[in-house]
């Protein structure tokens, strides 16, 4: 007995409505894995941002906010404060990141290899990036002593030099918060040029020796031209590290003295929380969030452009 057409058509149609099935009972349960992440990120990060831009546009009072348009906009643009917290931000952010990144790559070429004592090194060198920033900020601290005690400057009276002031100097304190931050900013710089070493083609150095390269050569014409992605994505986290810097102004000289070491997220802070001027913190904040993303979508439009 041959089957209907109608038999034939619920045969051939429920093999593929099965799949279809599938996918969407697989959708759903990934959403649901995803749910109590997705709701910490609405309450924590996304609600909080948007009531941080509306606040930017208001006067926040105990009782009624007073809108004022864009003029906490036009304090931070003004006010002479922000200027010089804006101006040191960039700063730092640009010796920190050239800071890192140089050391970063340097110690990377000195300790790639596949010798066995190198673990050792490698995992030595990484222990300040897993530190907390505030311990380290306060060990930090205790070395920048100013007096003829303090750690460094012992250290620079074995080689005869004066002691220096460091953190209490306006002209220095910017200059030391700088340093440390290279210092807990290099060894995880180091670690991504090292994984991007493992992917170079050890042929090309084999290939270059044989026609008389030398180490330079093969360095500027082989490893940079390779590490190329790599610096890409160190100078977009270094540079908004940098910029977003906090812990470390806060610890080691809360903008002191005499506010040469201001940057914005302490001046956001210290108008948000200690002055009460929410209106104008927020515009700060919002003001930062703009840097950081023109500065990502710079970067990457840069880097596109020389790809192609």
Do not use: C
Request: hydrophobic fraction near 50%.
């Amino acid at each position: 007995m041959t089957p209907t057409l109608t038999q034939a058509r619920s045969r051939t149609e429920t093999p593929r409505r099965r799949p279809k099935r599938m996918r969407r009972r697989g959708t759903l349960i990934a959403w649901a894995f995803l749910s109590p992440a997705l709701l910490l990120f609405l309450f924590f990060k996304f609600i909080p941002m948007f009531e941080g831009l509306r606040m930017s546009f208001f006067e926040i009072r105990y009782v009624g906010d007073r809108w004022v348009g864009l003029d906490n906009y036009a304090t931070i643009m003004t006010d002479d404060a922000f200027v010089s917290a804006i101006w040191h931000s960039i700063v730092l952010a640009l010796g920190t990141t050239a800071g890192s990144l140089i050391l970063g790559l340097l110690f990377a070429l000195l300790i790639e290899g596949p010798a066995r004592y190198l673990w050792f090194i490698r995992t030595a060198a990484f222990l300040p990036v897993v530190t907390t920033m505030a311990a380290v900020a306060e060990v930090w601290r205790i070395m920048y002593h100013p007096a003829d005690s303090g750690m460094i400057n012992t250290i620079l009276g074995w080689i005869a030099l004066d002691p220096q002031p460091f953190l209490a100097s306006e002209h220095s304190s910017l200059l030391s918060i700088m340093g440390m931050s290279i210092w807990r900013g290099t060894p995880y710089d180091m670690m991504i040029f090292l994984a991007g070493l493992v992917g170079v083609d050890r042929t090309l150095y084999e290939a270059a020796a044989v026609d008389g390269a030398t180490t330079w050569h093969r360095l500027r014409h082989i490893t940079l031209p390779a590490l190329r992605p790599v610096f890409w994505i160190l100078f977009t986290l270094a540079a908004i590290r940098g910029i977003r810097v906090f812990v470390e102004v806060y610890v080691l000289t809360n903008g002191g003295p005499n506010g040469s070491s201001e940057v914005l997220m302490t001046l956001i802070y210290k108008l948000g929380f200690q002055k009460g001027d929410l209106g104008t913190a927020s515009a700060g904040g919002i003001v930062l969030f703009a840097v950081t993303l023109l500065l990502t979508v710079l970067t990457q439009v840069m880097r596109r452009r020389q790809n192609a």
